[in-house]
């Protein structure tokens, strides 16, 4: 089975605060993605990456950056946490290409204060 | 608007009954449509994955149409068990995935 794991389940930050958030997948999938979800929105997407070191923004990149050094591991940071960036963090991973099955970490609910 | 409408937005059914969730989408398909589960709490799974040549396609009790002339979709769920609840998300098909918001099931004794 595909696993992706996040670093935590769930985070309290200060606003100003740099957060990083982790994501790990085990099945040497190309594709990396980072979402958000917020009650009564669908998942946006904030970042995705298509390969080491290479990525692409999404709908909302605006005060998000991400990392990815090695195929398995794809962070997402915040520079300086809001507290508009409350909401639940998913990452996910796929075989191929973008609109292939998506396999979902647990989710990271961050709080900003 | 939105590219992507699920309905009804919630729904409360009783244990043993059945369902039917709709999708509707606007966009212009490109690949495959599916349909995820997302349990409270955690990330979404995959239910089922539909391609255009596909009218209907099941998964155990979960049912799954597509009509890709009107660009409806609906999920069928049968004989509703308590661990049914959950959101499901349907995930029209497109170059660039647009998740839908869901419709909220909850499946009471």
């Known amino acids: 089975d595909v696993k992706v794991t996040q670093s935590s389940r769930y985070l309290v930050k200060r606003t100003g605060e740099k957060v990083f958030l982790e994501c790990v997948q085990d099945?040497?999938?190309?594709?990396m993605f980072w979402y958000r979800q917020d009650p009564g929105l669908g998942l946006r997407l904030i970042y995705f990456?298509?390969?080491?070191?290479?990525?692409e923004k999404g709908d909302i990149p605006e005060g998000y950056s991400v990392s990815r050094e090695k195929k398995e591991r794809f962070s997402l940071i915040l520079e300086s946490a809001s507290t508009n960036q409350t909401s639940m963090y998913l990452c996910a991973s796929s075989p191929v290409g973008y609109s292939d099955t998506q396999y979902f970490g647990p989710g990271t609910r961050l709080t900003v204060l | 608007k939105n590219q992507v409408e699920q309905s009804p937005q919630s729904l409360i059914i009783l244990e043993g009954k059945n369902c039917t969730l709709q999708?509707?989408?606007?966009?212009?398909?490109?690949?495959?449509l599916r349909w995820y589960k997302q349990d409270t709490g955690r990330g979404p799974v995959s239910l089922t994955i539909?391609?255009?040549?596909?009218n209907t396609k099941s998964n155990g009790r979960y049912t799954a149409t597509l009509d890709a002339d009107t660009k409806q979709s609906s999920l069928h769920i049968t004989a509703s068990q308590l661990s049914d609840s959950a959101s499901y998300i349907c995930v029209p098909p497109r170059d660039k995935l647009i998740f839908g918001t869901g419709t909220r099931l909850q499946v009471f004794p």
């Open positions: 539909m391609t255009f040549s596909e």
């Open positions: 999708c509707n989408y606007t966009v212009s398909p490109f690949s495959n």
């Open positions: 990456s298509y390969d080491v070191k290479m990525k």
């Open positions: 099945m040497d999938h190309e594709n």
